[in-house]
């Protein structure tokens, strides 16, 4: 056949069909309808975990970046963050690495902008951090290798946004001078608007205003893990050579510093993007697993609505058989009409899912890493399409062979279907059957694995944080300022602080952290037991804080007591450690008046040699994550930081954290609080957020998980209802006759209802018994995913059945009463 009375046959029977759609809109309307809510929920499912784990990172040759982890050998736990001296035990050790970059992120630095103080998100990296990750100036240039070295004059870059949004742009910005944390710095560059650092590693939200210079010290002995080290592996290396060598610099580092690693702990290799993606790869498989269930389901749905189509098409593809039509043309016309209904679905379903994506983001109902710098070419790249693609030819074919299949004995004999009413049960109502039951299944595992993750979520919402969140506002100032370099100026300009606030009508107690409040942040060190053995060291958070911090969160005294004017410089060292670590270390026993050394082999800031005597136990916190049990934590009074010590956070900008109570019968606010914070210590305030806010960011991941869940499991009981209600309707419309004949002779309504539900009600069981054992093995996958549930739950495993079951007879017994009602006379006398 020439090509163009090809084209002109296939637009012929696109034609017809979209002619055929008026006649049977409600066939047309459903199928579209459904196939689109569902390529909606896939489209859009996909888009997030397209954006956030499959999508290229932005960056030269980024498929051969890998990031070194801090590792064990006999525990999953990893951790992206490493010290200096384990970065340049890699260094030395990597043959196989051809660039490497230091750098870390999410920092904050204190600047006066036209005048004003503002707080800015800074970033500091190495020279080599420009080259690696492709970073281009549009103004000046970026850091040179001497400006990266330590005493070098201070320079600055400037991402764009920030020259355009503080500095209006200025043409002239090279070589103006900046004061950040009180020392003037220099203006090299001004980075390009399109540089996003947001990939760069995990929980990372917001893009530096500023680039400083990293400047390690190449004899570094501070092991605080704070630094992330990227490297190029060179072309034809594999990432297996490059680990043997990362386990090489484990051992060399544990030469260097005997105590500095744990008995099992190595390092390790990962690709960067797998770094970046952190905790929300396996939530987003999970929900793509879900979604493809869904699909699932949705298929099976309109694979029944086309049953339905053919078997009431027979008589007429028959009788067009006879006239001389061709089976060939006739199988094409039914091609024609489903790739024009799955085209129109698939690709309404995929706008509607990017719309919806878009909407999720910029509300910011989903939080992912990478995923709110998506522009719509970034959405549409080549696996959207392929996947949209692939939807649209699978589903065209699958359906146009049920229409041929099932409508292929019309094009036999002809007086054979003339003869045919509605009084023919059909032979595919088996089909439609068992298609049921595959729905009701793919629903029963969507609706249990929601109602799994519910109960998680609220199991630990329910979880005792150890602290009273009600009532506490907390804000963070930047510890970076020059004022705050001694420990005596910085003690200074805290207490001032404390007196302010405390002064402010409806405060109850006011303190500060230098390491963050449980949940938000936290640090965690070495600790050894006077008198013990070497080798026996154990890890513990560790908090620097004033008297009233426990007061202001509500921690409850154990025994002995808290912090208060005594433990000062000049006074003994002190210390308090909370239940856990007082069971784990002292077990029987009581801690009070034992000696402990904090930090040992940590760096220089830390390794003062001062023994501490335990004065308290309070009670345990939640510090690392509500869905961790408590941790070992020790508490130092901030009075008597070390200098060392305060000039490691005045140097890495670590904010102090103000913690304030308020009056349940009525408190200032938190802008209050804030003007009165700036008044007292000139410092910029960030990060204004009460506890509660806290408590619900903790929770954020798992609400996120059970709301999307949620609407997919919702979702999918919806059409699997349809699906038993249209089913039902089909069998009676297809029995009628059978049904009259029988109310004729006697039977009675409730008898007809049986008959009705009996069948749909068989296979919608069915469906559940293979969806209930289905979720058992699903379910076990969603483990990690869960808190204080089971996966195989009783409870869910038992409701979630009975409502699906309650569901599908009240979707079932409309039509089955509808059969009841008929008139026997009149349907006989058709």
């Known amino acids: 056949m020439p090509r163009d009375s090809l084209a002109s046959a296939v637009l012929r029977d696109v034609r017809v069909a979209v002619r055929g759609w008026g006649l049977a809109p409600t066939f047309a309307t459903g199928t579209i309808g459904t196939l689109s809510v569902g390529m909606a929920a896939l489209m859009s499912v996909f888009l997030l975990v397209n954006g956030a784990l499959l999508r290229p990172l932005p960056y030269p040759e980024s498929e051969r970046l890998v990031v070194l982890e801090n590792a064990s050998r006999q525990r999953p736990t990893r951790y992206p963050f490493v010290s200096a001296p384990r970065a340049k035990a890699w260094q030395d050790a990597a043959r196989s690495v051809e660039a490497m970059a230091f750098y870390s992120l999410g920092r904050s630095v204190s600047a006066a902008v036209n005048g004003e103080p503002s707080l800015l998100s800074a970033a500091n990296v190495s020279a080599s951090f420009f080259p690696i990750f492709g970073a281009r100036p549009v103004r000046g240039r970026v850091f040179t290798l001497e400006e990266d ?202 706008a509607a899912g990017i719309v919806l994506t878009r909407l999720l983001i910029q509300s910011q109902a989903v939080r992912l890493p990478r995923i709110d710098s998506m522009g719509l070419a970034d959405i549409l790249d080549a696996r959207v399409l392929a996947l949209a693609g692939g939807m649209w030819l699978a589903m065209s074919l699958l359906f146009s062979l049920v229409q041929v299949v099932t409508a292929s004995s019309g094009w036999g004999r002809l007086d054979q279907h003339l003869r045919a009413t509605s009084r023919t049960v059909s032979a595919s109502s088996r089909a439609h059957s068992w298609l049921l039951a595959l729905e009701i299944a793919m629903a029963c595992i969507l609706v249990i694995g929601a109602a799994l993750l519910a109960r998680g979520l609220i199991s630990l919402q329910q979880v005792n944080p150890g602290f009273q969140r009600e009532h506490v506002v907390t804000l963070q100032t930047p510890s970076g300022d020059r004022r705050l370099a001694s420990a005596e100026t910085a003690l200074r300009i805290v207490d001032d602080g404390l007196q302010r606030l405390a002064a402010v009508p409806g405060v109850d107690a006011v303190a500060v952290s230098l390491t963050g409040v449980p949940l938000a942040q936290g640090s965690a060190l070495r600790v050894d037991v006077v008198g013990r053995p070497v080798g026996e060291q154990y890890m513990t958070s560790w908090d620097l804080v004033t008297p009233q911090y426990f007061g202001a969160l509500g921690f409850r005294l154990i025994a002995g007591r808290g912090f208060d004017e005594r433990d000062r410089r000049a006074t003994t060292p002190v210390a308090i450690v909370n239940e856990t670590m007082a069971r784990q270390l002292w077990p029987g026993e009581s801690p009070m008046g034992r000696h402990i050394l904090i930090g040992d082999g940590g760096g220089p800031a830390w390794d003062e040699g001062v023994t501490r005597e335990v004065i308290g136990v309070v009670s345990d916190v939640r510090q690392f994550g509500l869905s961790r049990p408590p941790f070992p934590g020790t508490y130092v009074p901030l009075a008597q930081v070390p200098d060392a010590q305060m000039e490691w956070f005045n140097r890495r900008s670590v904010p102090a954290t103000w913690i304030v109570r308020t009056s349940p019968m009525g408190g200032p606010s938190a802008s209050a609080l804030e003007r009165e914070l700036k008044s007292s210590t000139a410092l910029p305030v960030a990060e204004v957020r009460t506890m509660d806010q806290v408590f619900d ?93 089971d996966a195989h739950d009783p409870l869910v495993f038992t409701v979630v059945p009975a409502v699906l079951t309650s569901a599908a007879l009240a979707a079932a017994y409309l039509p089955a009463r509808r059969a009841s009602r008929l008139d026997p006379v009149a349907v006989l006398r058709e």
């Open 697 to 789: 960011a903790a929770t954020a991941s798992a609400a996120q998980n059970t709301w999307l869940m949620a609407v997919l499991g919702g979702l999918s009981m919806l059409v699997a209802v349809v699906g038993v209600f249209a089913l039902t309707l089909y069998s009676v419309q297809q029995r009628t006759h059978e049904v009259a004949v029988r109310l004729a002779l006697g039977a009675r309504a409730h008898q007809v209802n049986r008959l009705v539900l009996g069948r749909t009600m068989r296979f919608a069981l069915l469906g559940i018994a293979a969806g209930v054992a289905a979720s058992a093995g699903f379910t076990s996958l969603l483990k990690n995913a869960l808190f204080g549930v």
């Open 149 to 350: 070295q330590p005493g070098a004059p201070r320079v600055a870059v400037l991402s764009y946004a920030f020259w355009h949004r503080q500095l209006g742009a200025d043409p002239k910005v090279v070589g103006r001078r900046i004061a950040l944390d009180g020392e003037p710095s220099v203006i090299v560059g001004v980075l390009e608007s399109g540089f996003d650092a947001r990939s760069l590693a995990p929980n990372v939200v917001g893009l530096p205003d500023v680039w400083l210079p990293l400047r390690l010290e190449s004899g570094s002995t501070d092991d605080a893990n704070t630094l992330v080290a990227v490297g190029r592996l060179r072309a034809p290396v594999a990432i297996e050579v490059a680990r043997r060598e990362a386990e090489a610099a484990a051992e060399a580092f544990r030469a260097a510093f005997p105590t500095g690693l744990p008995t099992d702990g190595t390092f390790d290799l990962a690709p960067l993007t797998s770094a970046v993606g952190g905790d929300v790869r396996f939530s987003l498989l999970m929900l793509l697993a879900a979604v493809a269930l869904l699909a699932v389901l949705i298929v099976a749905n309109v694979t029944n609505l086309f049953l339905v189509r053919a078997t009431a098409r027979r008589r007429e593809f028959a009788i067009r058989t006879a006239l001389g039509a061709a089976r060939l043309q006739l199988a094409a016309q039914a091609a024609g009409e489903t790739l024009a209904l799955t085209g129109v679905s698939v690709w309404l379903g995929m």
